[in-house]
């Protein structure tokens, strides 16, 4: 079985070895010393946030994805629950504090980084407001954008997993838009 990662992934990280064999998918082994090495799925989390029928996107400063929308969020840190990812993803994105926040549903995706592949897992959260929160683009975004639901572009959010979530929510939140959005 040939895959991207064994052209990436030649030498044992235990022994320098040559001796490697992918046994499966998602795991290598090596024949010399033993070493096996799990290759599982990232955590990540995304929060749509919402206010007044808009839902807040960010634009991307950087690849993957350069200048698509994403959602508030990122990668859980080691130690972290999903939801403090969430709070220090969003306070370092947009400069405000989510207090209030409910787990919706996650999707598997793929998120291409210097010419690696990752498998992770997006977990997918909603925060409400009643009036918009002052938010300042930061960290990983160039821009930050409230979108109303008839006004979403699938095609312009950068990841698939985020683009079924927001199509997802939309059909189940508010069913009479006839298919969630165009």
């Known amino acids: 079985m040939t895959r991207e990662s064994d052209a990436l992934i030649s ?8 001796a490697l064999t992918w046994p499966s998918p998602k795991h290598f082994s090596c024949a010399d010393c033993g070493f096996v090495l799990y290759l599982n799925c990232a955590a990540a989390v995304a929060v749509i946030m919402e206010c007044q029928g808009k839902i807040l996107f960010g634009v991307r400063k950087h690849e993957p994805q350069l200048g698509m929308l994403d959602l508030p969020g990122g990668f859980v840190d080691q130690g972290e629950s999903a939801e403090e ?31 690696i592949e990752y498998d992770t897992l997006d977990l997918i959260f909603l925060a409400r407001w009643d ?14 954008l409230w979108v109303s639901h008839d006004a ?13 979530a927001v199509r997802r929510y939309l059909e ?11």
Request: overall charge negative; glycine content about 10%; aromatic content about 10%.
């Open 11 to 18: 030498h044992c990280p235990q022994c320098g070895s040559q």
């Open 85 to 115: 990812a969430v709070r220090r993803e969003v306070q370092e994105e947009l400069g405000i504090a989510i207090h209030d926040m409910r787990y919706l549903f996650s999707f598997p995706n793929k998120y291409r980084y210097r010419g």
């Open 131 to 144: 009036e918009p929160p002052a938010v300042k683009a930061a960290d990983d975004l160039a821009d930050a």
């Open 172 to 182: 189940i939140e508010y069913p009479g838009l006839e298919g969630g959005c165009p």
């Open 152 to 164: 979403v572009e699938y095609d312009k959010i950068g990841f698939g997993s985020l683009r079924r």
